[in-house]
């Protein structure tokens, strides 16, 4: 763990998550549609966001980052959402500063409001702490090479304090809340940062983030892309919940829905094409009743002789290149010509309970078996000219 100078006590952690639970389309529908949370009501009192605080694993870290080192030289890195003493990510990045050829790395968080978990000695404030590499030729982050710097507010994100650190860096990098990743983004375009951040593979769907993946102007990264599951590390005293595992020092990790890096680094992944081998046909591909596009359950059965719209899992976008495809929308924003009543009062025949109407603006079919299914959300796209 990196050494943190004698005068910073009890560091606690601010990256906190105020993560709904995982589940259907109905839980996604209201993720999508919710207004950004005030300042206050995200992170609430310390006692409360103390219990919402995940940390990413270094594994997981040095995984991903593995796949971006050309990306760092000569840049400033900050990372605003981590206390420096929990987070793996300083760690990643001070002890390979010069592996990776760093200008400065920069580190900030938000103040607890409790004195316990966050305090300069006799004194409550927020810090920030910057490195610019070793000065002793350890290759140790050494208490006299880590500069504390003191914060007038409370470090939150949105400070204009965090902000002037911002305009300074090149590529941000962190887990940030996700309850506040819309907002999240958005200041990293206003700024016009380049960042690799954790968020819900959800996130997608937001009506603030859709069209930035859309545009190309973000994307998913190399190792976590909305599918598998990513473990973080709890507090002790954090609640204990089914599903949370124990490692033999008794530390517990759960998961946090379908996790994923977001960036707009460029990687070599991004530009593999998938290779096509299927072949269309109406009977295996069926058109949607309501829209001019046909229906692929997995991003594997792609046919490769299509050239028309195609519907396909959202997971798709772990795959995706943008030479071989275009991203044409995602079915939440597709205005469709609405479920007609035949195929409502087919679908409530057929014994599924699902709250639909005629005229709901979700993408439907017949399948091969004449029956009516209202398949998840999906993302339209078009193979381009020459891809196979």
Not at 249 to 254: A, I, K, L, N, V
Not at 287 to 296: G, H, L, S
Request: glycine share 8%; net charge negative.
């Amino acid at each position: 763990m990196v050494i943190i100078p004698s005068n910073v006590v009890a560091l606690g952690t601010i990256t906190t998550y105020s993560a709904p639970a995982v589940g259907g389309a109905t839980q996604l529908d209201e993720w999508g549609t919710t207004g950004m949370a005030s300042k206050q009501q995200s992170l609430g009192d310390a006692k409360s966001a103390k219990l919402d605080e995940f940390y990413t694993q270094l594994s997981d870290i040095e995984k991903e980052l593995r796949h971006y080192k050309a990306h760092f030289k000569d840049k400033v890195v900050y990372l605003n959402c981590d206390d420096p003493r929990e987070s793996e990510f300083f760690h990643y990045f001070s002890y390979n500063f010069e592996k990776l050829g760093l200008k400065k790395l920069i580190a900030a968080c938000f103040k607890s409001q409790d004195v316990d978990l966050f305090s300069i000695g006799d004194n409550e404030r927020a810090i920030y702490l910057e490195y610019t590499g070793d000065k002793d030729g350890d290759r140790i982050p050494g208490r006299d090479e880590i500069e504390v710097k003191y914060f007038d507010g409370d470090g939150d994100f949105r400070s204009a304090e965090s902000i002037a650190l911002l305009k300074q860096a090149d590529i941000v990098v962190t887990n940030p809340p996700f309850s506040l990743f819309r907002e999240y983004v958005a200041q990293l375009m206003k700024y016009d940062k380049q960042f690799l951040i954790i968020g819900n593979m959800n996130a997608v769907t937001y009506k603030e983030i859709w069209p930035l993946i859309q545009e190309d102007k973000m994307w998913l990264g190399v190792t976590r892309t909305g599918t598998g599951q990513m473990w973080f590390r709890v507090n002790d005293d954090a609640p204990v919940k089914s599903g949370q595992r124990t490692d033999e020092e008794g530390r517990r990790y759960q998961t946090i829905g379908n996790s994923a890096w977001f960036t707009n680094l460029d990687h070599a992944k991004r530009h593999e094409e998938l290779t096509l081998f299927k072949s269309y046909s109406s009977a295996d591909y069926p058109t949607y009743d309501n829209f001019d596009a046909i229906e692929v359950a997995k991003t594997v059965d792609i046919p490769m002789d299509y050239d028309g719209v195609m519907g396909v899992p959202i997971t798709f976008l772990g795959k995706y290149s943008p030479e071989q495809f275009k991203i044409v929308e995602l079915s939440r924003y597709t205005k469709t010509q609405g479920m007609s009543k035949e195929f409502v009062d087919a679908y409530y025949a057929s014994g599924q309970t699902g709250q639909i109407s005629e005229g709901h603006p979700d993408l439907c079919y017949y399948d091969s078996n004449g029956r009516p299914v209202v398949p998840y959300m999906r993302v339209l796209i078009r193979r381009k000219d020459g891809s196979a």
